[in-house]
C-alpha cells in the first residue's frame, strides 16, 4: 500500500512540468501597412523624375490654389477641404489625396483652425523650382532628390503614399532594397536605419530617399511604435520591396 501512494505521487510530481509546456508565448505585433492615396502611371521614362517633400500651413480658412506635377496630399493637424475636378473633398488628418499634374486644385482651410500638410511630387526637374501651393499659404520645402531617380524602366508604375507602423522593440528587418524608389517622412517614433554595416537614428521629422539599388535595413528598437510615411514608385505588378541587393546587370 505504501508502495503505491509513492508512486501516485511522484506521478503527479512528474505531470506538474507537461501544464507549463502548454503555454504558447503571445506573438509579436505585426508591422501595419496603410496605403493612404494611389495611382497608376503608364509611363516614367519621358523625362528624368525625381522626388520632392513640401510642407504647407494654412491659416483658419485660408484658401490657396495648386497646380505642379503628379503628388499625393497628407494632412498632418486641422482639415483641409479639397477643390477638384468639381467635386469637393475634405481631408482630415491622416488622410490623403492624389492630385494628377497639371490639374489645379483649390484648397481651403476647414473647421475654423489652422490646417497642416505635406505634399510630395513626383517631379521633371524644370518644375523642381516652380511654386507650388499660392499665397497666402505657408510653403516650407523639405527635401528634394539632387540627381533624377535612377534605373526605372519602361512601362506601368505604381505610385502611392503608404502610412507604416512597426511595433515597439522591433528588431531590424533583413537587409532589402526597392524596385523603383521611396522617399520616408517619419511621423513617430525613432528607426534604426542600417546602411553599409552604420546604424543611424532617424527621428521625427526625417526625410530618408531610397533608390533603387540602396540595400538597407530597417528596426524599432525604442518602447513606442515608429510611424512613417512611404512615398513610394515601383513597377506595376512587382512587389515595392525585394529582398537583398539588386541583381547586377550583365
Known amino acids: 500500500m505504501q508502495f503505491r501512494t509513492t508512486g501516485l505521487l511522484l506521478l503527479g510530481a512528474m505531470a506538474l512540468p507537461v501544464s507549463g509546456t502548454a503555454q504558447t508565448a503571445p506573438a509579436p505585433p505585426a508591422i501595419t501597412r496603410t496605403v493612404v492615396a494611389a495611382t497608376k502611371l503608364p509611363t516614367v521614362t519621358d523625362v528624368p523624375l525625381h522626388f520632392k517633400a513640401v510642407s504647407i500651413t494654412l491659416q483658419a480658412d485660408e484658401k490657396c490654389g495648386v497646380s505642379a506635377a503628379d503628388g499625393i496630399l497628407y494632412q498632418?493637424?486641422?482639415s483641409t477641404e479639397v477643390a477638384l475636378d468639381g467635386e469637393a473633398k475634405m481631408l482630415n488628418a491622416g488622410e490623403g489625396l492624389f492630385i494628377a499634374g497639371g490639374k489645379a486644385a483649390a484648397l481651403t482651410a476647414g473647421g475654423g483652425e489652422?490646417?497642416?500638410f505635406l505634399h510630395f511630387f513626383l517631379a521633371p526637374a524644370?518644375?523642381?523650382g516652380r511654386p507650388v501651393e499660392t499665397a497666402p499659404a505657408a510653403v516650407i520645402e523639405l527635401y528634394r532628390t539632387a540627381t533624377p531617380i535612377p534605373?526605372?524602366?519602361?512601362g506601368g508604375y505604381d505610385l502611392n503614399l503608404t502610412r507604416v507602423t512597426f511595433p515597439a522593440r522591433m528588431p531590424s528587418n533583413p537587409?532589402?532594397?526597392?524596385?523603383?524608389a521611396a522617399l520616408y517622412y517619419i511621423i513617430s517614433g525613432t528607426g534604426a536605419n542600417t546602411i553599409d554595416g552604420k546604424t543611424e537614428a532617424r527621428g521625427p521629422g526625417s526625410l530618408i530617399y531610397e533608390p533603387y539599388a540602396l540595400v538597407h535595413r530597417w528596426g524599432n528598437p525604442g518602447n513606442e511604435p515608429l510611424v512613417f510615411l512611404a512615398f513610394n514608385i515601383n513597377p506595376e505588378g512587382?512587389?515595392?520591396v525585394l529582398p537583398g541587393g539588386p541583381e547586377k546587370k550583365q
Open 151 to 154: 534605373d526605372l524602366q519602361p
Open 76 to 78: 498632418l493637424s486641422g
Open 114 to 116: 489652422p490646417s497642416t
Open 175 to 180: 537587409p532589402h532594397h526597392r524596385s523603383g
Open 238 to 240: 512587382v512587389a515595392a
Open 126 to 128: 524644370l518644375d523642381l
